[in-house]
């Protein structure tokens, strides 16, 4: 539904979505990180995951049992480890992170910190009160929302990278937070910036908004329009006519108190269309990601992630195994961050990869759960295989086989006994037939 080629209809789908009969999934592979991570970034071939600060006590201060925050790199083919880096304590905002040129551009404390992604090397801007950070795409220039307060306006930066000056500084709404850059041509062939912020506003009113700032590139004066989006935007994904020249410029939204994904035409700096993700309370929508036949991937603190086709039908809910924050679709997989536990808030650690490979692209395929293969989901102390044998063999995401009690009944149902199992992802496998369960309690 939320392709632009399909906007028009966004709406007459909006409450089908929550109720409409999808494919549950379960990750193939999870893949070891550090306590909380947050957000995903591809660079050249590898899957840069950076995980948030843990600070147990909220006091501010690194005490016994905090962690701070981390920076690996993952083979996005092997899943290998590549490196791995400690970053700063202060590291707060590791969400709002890019990577652009070689380069991460993150923000520790009042400074914004670039650094080399070869070597570590770090350059650094003075920034104070920066929580988000965004580049252009050969990271000449930066983006950065500055927060004074959760309650008061704040502003966006626009920062001259290889001098550290700041060109200007805009007024923006209430908790500005994730950000876009971009730089280009108008309509009267005049080189201009664009920045596009999402302002989360007050939590539980109706008043986030989009704030669209295009700057001169010659005097870096500005203008501005903004988009009134709803209750609580947070995720923000922009489709970069660069790569996708046939598609309109159009920027997603998702509204963590409202429970939807609203697009907007940049252009137009209006609202087109606006998704029912089908969630409740606080259970919202955080970030998205898009692919080019026009599937948007939604995260959620249902502790999922659903996948709605250019219909605006809900045709896969994928289980990670924790609450997820960021995602990332790479080489036809979909990477999932496990922020959180289900359930609550403490950190939890990994991130699961889906295969898409084979994933439906209407409701009107066949949908697996229709003829369940494995409940229940998750298991705590047994797990039913449909299809599979005595002799099947139960794999932990690390490749670890595990030998369980297991009767199989009449009917062709394996019972496994699965409460010796420690939390995570398994594979059934029995021949070239493998099922996917989650243990979780």
């Not at 929302?145 to 990278?161: E, M, Y």
């Not at 035409?265 to 898009?290: F, H, I, M, S, W």
């Not at 759960?369 to 298991?379: E, F, R």
Request: proline share 5%.
């Amino acid at each position: 539904m939320l392709t632009p080629k399909h906007l028009c209809t966004l709406a007459c789908y909006a409450l089908m979505c929550a109720t409409t009969t999808h494919a549950q999934e379960l990750p193939l592979w999870l893949v070891p990180t550090p306590p909380a991570p947050a957000t995903l970034l591809p660079w050249m071939g590898n899957v840069h995951v950076l995980t948030s600060q843990v600070d147990a006590d909220f006091n501010g201060v690194q005490d016994e049992g905090d962690v701070p925050a981390q920076w690996i790199a993952v083979d996005a083919t092997t899943r290998e480890r590549v490196m791995a880096r400690t970053l700063p304590w202060g590291s707060n905002y590791v969400n709002r992170s890019a990577m652009a040129a070689g380069s991460l551009f993150t923000h520790h404390g009042d400074t914004l910190v670039q650094y080399d992604i070869a070597t570590g090397d770090v350059r650094t801007v003075a920034v104070t009160g920066a929580v988000s950070v965004a580049v252009n795409t050969n990271a000449a220039f930066a983006a950065a929302a500055v927060r004074p307060s959760f309650t008061d306006p704040g502003k966006v930066l626009l920062i001259d990278i290889s001098s550290g000056e700041i060109k200007g500084e805009y007024p923006v709404g209430i908790n500005p937070g994730a950000l876009y850059i971009e730089f280009g041509a108008n309509a009267m062939n005049k080189d201009i910036f664009r920045i596009v912020v999402v302002c989360e506003g007050l939590f539980g009113q109706p008043s986030s908004q989009l704030n669209i700032v295009t700057i001169d590139a010659s005097d870096y004066t500005a203008t501005e329009q903004i988009v009134e989006l709803g209750d609580t935007g947070n995720g923000l994904f922009v489709i970069d006519q660069s790569q996708r020249p046939q598609e309109e410029h159009i920027a997603f939204i998702t509204m963590n108190g409202s429970h939807s994904v609203v697009a907007v035409d940049l252009n137009e700096g209006k609202v087109v269309g606006t998704l029912n993700v089908g969630t409740t309370g606080y259970d919202g929508p955080r970030e998205l990601a898009y692919r080019d036949d026009g599937h948007t991937f939604v995260s959620t603190f249902a502790s999922d992630v659903r996948e709605f086709n250019y219909e605006g039908d809900r045709v896969a809910t994928y289980l990670p195994g924790g609450k997820p924050e960021g995602l990332l679709i790479v080489n036809d997989q979909l990477w999932v961050t496990r922020t959180f536990v289900e359930g609550g808030f403490a950190a939890d650690s990994g991130v699961a990869v889906f295969d898409l490979d084979d994933m439906p692209t209407s409701v009107h395929e066949e949908q697996r759960p229709l003829q369940t293969s494995v409940w229940p989901l998750p298991a705590t102390t047994h797990v039913n295989v449909r299809g599979v044998g005595q002799h099947a063999a139960i794999i932990s995401a690390t490749g670890m086989q595990y030998s369980v009690p297991v009767v199989v009944t009449a009917d062709g149902v394996a019972r496994f006994r699965v409460e010796a199992l420690p939390n995570g992802v398994y594979a059934v496998r029995d021949g070239s037939v493998v099922h996917r369960f989650v243990v979780q309690r």
